[in-house]
């Protein structure tokens, strides 16, 4: 019997409050597919239209064309019916014509990463069509050329020849400007538009050959490939390996009926947020234009106006506009159209309950109606993502959990960044200013174009506005800054996806990309200048400014509390000196997880004892040396164990080889010769006998200690010591004492005596005593898989990830640098195994030592403490391993103890 099988459509309608699709069709309909649908059908007004979907995408590119067309073919040609019958247009018709947009839309937003088309269908014949119908000739010939330049450049590949060109048609444009004089778009007429038309297919035609196309469904076919290839541009392959996103996802593509803000004055078109996207304040803001289409505000070609009157007069302000002249030229929508304003005010409310975050939205004025393009939960600081987390929460609208999830851990890194010095901004010469479009604070040298912007180690991107293709080089540089655009231009919102300081808008710039210059007020700066921003302000200072620690406050300081009310795995911190622990306890660490005893020694005086130590030629004179060595590292550790407040803190006893603190320069190797009234050859010998050729797997770790007991004994001291002398202050302390590098037991037991004999000799000798650990890194795998011998007698196990991972993969770390690049450009690795935890490989390890250590000491207390233990996915990781505590770096501990809430939240969901 045949079995009736059901075919999965490949297209989805929208329009007419309805739709065949919703908005947890992400996956199959893209980001902004999915919203249309959704939109459509809670009565939202979006122009009706069509998705195909993003496996038609994954078909084209493994079919080709020809496929893919034929398996979609009639789905689309019903859909465009679908859109004729609800508009009452026809698609390529002379006289009543449909215009259509071809849109991308991938899972994810990525702004301006693939291309658009709109106006699409035009020809010859509708453009005067359009013109008899809408009795508006210069809206028709602006929707042809408007048309061309985008088909051109997206389908046809009209680009600028190199960076210092412009695009071939602004070029065509600017000239005629200049020509008749004016400076706006909105300034040609009906005239120039037509010879604008002219000049545009003549410049496609010499370039490429062919003639414009005039037939819509060639034209449509065109634009709806060209949306797939552009899924595989430089650019989006670009924005998705930063981001992680796999290639075989796709891109949808979404046609739908044209609405016109380009009509006149009773048109336009705009960007606006649901709450501000670079603080989190809870204000509806935004830009539009009035006689303007699709992307021209985000491009920056004229300046945009403020949605609502509260944002018009802070914009005036900055721009230095006095009221009258702001109520004249620069009116906010709210004061210009209040009906339209009122509307889409309603629009916002109703989105940002639904959906339950943060909108960015798109929308068009035809005519005096007012239609909606796009939403999406907007892109953010990553201060904003804390405070619209915290308010949504206050206002009701989200849960505990829901609000824990909705913060990005990787975002806080922002706010643990430095500021800039409030009393060194007192004395800063500020020398222009633009719109805070993403704050932060930036100092950097000059660079003019973004593929540059590596040219410095600091650079500050300087660009009239940018481009999608810039991507790259504004995530490489420390911040970027713009003469054109609002704060809705491309530059404004990537730097706040990005989280990266950026002023918009600075008007006063003048930049000239041939010669490679910004002036402003009579003073020139060049490339290799050093500048500041603000982001914050928007003022743009001469020079460097100096930076000061941020705080943990207001919102923030609740989401860490909220964190800490979920979390069970804790956190604890890595840190080698009192002030790195201070920062970590401000930073809300719950002890220490790591403290690497060998930084102790490179500081000044200390090198030289340590020096003694190493070259000592008897036990004796090894003694001594250790001897001036004790009373610095007690001293040390007090500090530490006193910033801690009687939280744990683990120590790990010495760890490298002895050959990286001998000086290898003959200047110093004489100086130590004379100190030590020993030949230089003497010195120079002992250098050589402690050269290895594998130092990472050589005499190191507990080597050392089982090799030289005495360095152990006088650890121990100076550990047990400290200990015992804050609590004579009163203070309480838990020292956890930790053997490094072990791989059999034996050498962990040897180890063990020689710790708790010193220990409890002291002991005696005060007369007092104090709780202690001792315990044991897991970073070679023989250590793991003798994991439950070793939990026999270790108190505790904290896994050296980073180690681990050397030496399970067999990379030394010093040399990866190598290959890691290669590796990962080739797609040999997806990730860099030292950076993100390899939890399929290195993962089993920790798993086995874990479950092993536990089988013979089930409360065998259990960390981990390389780099991985504050990078996001490890930290969660370890959460399913049941790891007691992650340990990471200062600046990490808040993004672990969000991830840690997270974790927990996850799994009991
Ligand atoms: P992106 O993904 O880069 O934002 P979009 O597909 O959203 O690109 O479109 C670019 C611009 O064109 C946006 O401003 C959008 O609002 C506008 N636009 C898209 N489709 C239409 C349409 N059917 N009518 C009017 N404007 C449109
Ligand atoms: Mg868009
Ligand atoms: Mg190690």
Same mark, same amino acid.
């Given at each position: ?15 007419? #409050? ?83 947009s071809v849109?991308?839309?991938? +899972? ?7 291309d658009t088309v709109l106006n699409l ?12 119908? @809408? ?10 050329r408007r048309f061309i330049q985008m088909y051109g450049g997206v389908v046809?590949?009209m ?10 048609f ?53 634009a ?10 430089? +650019? ?57 289409q699709g992307e ?389 010998? #002992? ?39 804050? #609590? ?24 063990? #005596?020689?710790?708790? @004999? ?152």
């Open positions: 019997m045949e079995v009736l099988q059901e075919v999965k459509p490949r297209v989805y309608k929208f329009g007419d #409050k309805k739709a065949d699709g919703n908005s947890t069709m992400k996956n199959l309909l893209g980001g902004k597919g999915a919203n249309l649908a959704e939109m459509s059908s809670i009565g939202i007004p979006v122009p009706p239209g069509f998705t195909i979907t993003t496996e038609v995408c994954t078909e084209y590119n493994s079919l080709g064309k020809e496929t893919a067309v034929n398996l979609i073919k009639r789905e689309v040609e019903e859909s465009i019916e679908n859109i004729e019958n609800l508009m009452g247009t026809k698609f390529g018709d002379k006289v009543n014509p449909l215009l259509v849109r991308s839309g991938a +899972r994810v937003s990525m702004p301006g990463m693939m269908g035009m020809n010859d014949e509708v453009v005067l069509g359009l013109a008899k119908k @809408t009795n508006n000739d210069q809206f028709a010939w602006d929707s042809y046809l590949g680009k600028p020849a190199s960076k210092e060109d412009i695009d071939p602004e070029e065509i444009m600017e000239n005629l400007k200049e020509k008749r004089g004016i400076e706006l778009d909105t300034e040609f007429t009906i005239q120039d538009l037509k010879d604008l038309v002219f000049d545009f297919k003549d410049a496609v035609k010499k370039r490429t050959g062919h003639d414009f196309p005039t037939n819509p469904w060639d034209q449509l076919w065109g709806i490939i060209a949306v797939f290839n552009s899924w595989n541009g430089d +650019r989006a392959v670009y924005y998705r390996n930063m981001h992680g996103y796999p290639a075989d996802w796709g891109t949808a593509v979404n046609v739908q009926a044209m609405v016109y803000g380009n009509m006149g004055d009773n048109s336009g078109t705009g960007v606006c947020f649901t709450r501000d996207a670079g603080t989190g304040e809870n204000v509806f803001n935004g830009e539009y234009l009035i006689n303007a021209d505000v985000v491009a920056g070609v004229r300046t945009p106006q403020q949605i609502t009157k509260l944002g018009s007069e802070r914009w005036a302000e900055l721009a230095k506009v006095e009221e009258e002249d702001r109520i004249e030229n620069y009116p906010s929508l709210e004061e210009l159209m209040p009906s339209i304003f009122n509307k889409l005010n309603t629009y916002q409310n109703k989105l940002e309950k639904h959906y339950r975050d943060m909108q960015d939205m798109e929308f068009t004025m035809q005519d005096g109606k007012l239609w909606i393009l796009q939403t999406r939960n907007g892109k953010r600081t990553g201060a904003a993502m804390v405070k619209i987390a915290m308010d949504l929460l206050k206002e009701g609208m989200i849960d505990e959990k829901e609000a824990l999830l909705l913060v990005e851990p990787n975002k806080l890194d922002e706010l643990l960044h430095p500021i800039f010095d409030s009393k060194a901004l007192k004395k800063a010469n500020v020398i222009a200013q633009g719109l805070p479009a993403s704050p932060g604070a930036a100092t950097g040298k000059i660079v003019f174009f973004a593929d540059e912007a590596n040219k410095y180690k600091s650079s500050i991107l300087v660009r009239i506005e940018t481009s999608p293709e810039d991507l790259e080089g504004m995530n490489i540089a420390k911040g970027i800054l713009t003469a054109r655009g609002g704060m809705t231009s491309h530059a404004a919102v990537v730097a706040r996806g990005m989280g990266k300081c950026c002023i918009s808008g600075a008007g006063a710039l003048k930049i000239n990309y041939k010669t490679r210059t910004l002036k402003v007020d009579g003073n020139e700066y060049h490339e290799g200048d050093w500048i500041s921003l603000n982001g914050s302000t928007g003022n743009i200072i001469e020079g460097k400014v100096a930076t000061m620690e941020p705080e943990l406050s207001g919102e923030f300081a609740e989401l860490m509390k909220l964190s800490d009310k979920y979390a069970v795995m804790k956190v604890r911190t890595n840190a080698d000196s009192p002030k790195d622990a201070k920062i970590a306890r401000s930073f809300g660490a719950q002890g220490i997880g790591l403290t690497r005893t060998e930084h102790m020694f490179f500081e000044l005086d200390r090198i030289k004892a340590m020096r003694e130590m190493i070259l000592a030629e008897t036990v004796k004179g090894r003694k001594q040396a250790l001897k001036d060595l004790l009373p610095m590292q007690r001293e040390d550790f007090e500090g530490i164990f006193e910033a801690m407040e009687g939280f744990a803190v683990t120590i790990r006893l010495l760890d490298p080889p002895l050959h990286e603190f001998v000086p290898h320069q003959l200047a110093t190797q004489k100086d130590l010769a004379e100190e030590m009234h020993i030949s230089l050859q003497a010195v120079k010998n #002992k250098v050589a006998e402690l050269e290895e050729f594998n130092p990472m797997l050589g005499h190191r770790g507990c080597r050392l200690g089982n090799t030289y007991p005495e360095i152990t004994e006088m650890q121990t001291h100076a550990i047990i010591e400290a200990a015992l002398n804050l #609590k004579a202050r009163g203070i309480v302390c838990k020292p956890e004492i930790m053997v490094p590098l072990i791989g059999t037991v034996k050498e962990f037991e040897f180890q063990e #005596k020689i710790i708790r @004999t010193t220990a409890a000799a002291i002991f005696e000798e005060r007369n007092d005593t104090v709780e202690y650990l001792v315990g044991t890194m897991i970073e070679i795998p023989r250590a793991a898989l003798m994991a439950d011998k070793i939990a026999e007698k270790a108190d505790f196990f904290s896994f050296g990830t980073n180690d681990l991972t050397q030496m399970t993969f067999g990379y030394s770390r010093d040399d990866a640098g190598k290959f890691l690049p290669t590796y990962l450009e080739k797609g040999i690795l997806k990730v860099d195994p030292f950076e993100v935890l390899d939890q399929e490989g290195v993962g089993q390890l920790i798993v086995i030592g874990t479950e092993r250590g536990r089988s013979t000491k089930p409360n065998l207390k259990v960390g981990i403490c390389g780099e991985h233990g504050g990078e996001p996915s490890s930290v969660e990781f370890c959460y399913g391993v049941g790891m007691d505590y992650v340990s990471c770096s200062p600046y990490r501990v808040p993004i672990a103890r969000l991830v840690s809430a997270q974790a927990t939240i996850k799994s009991i969901k």
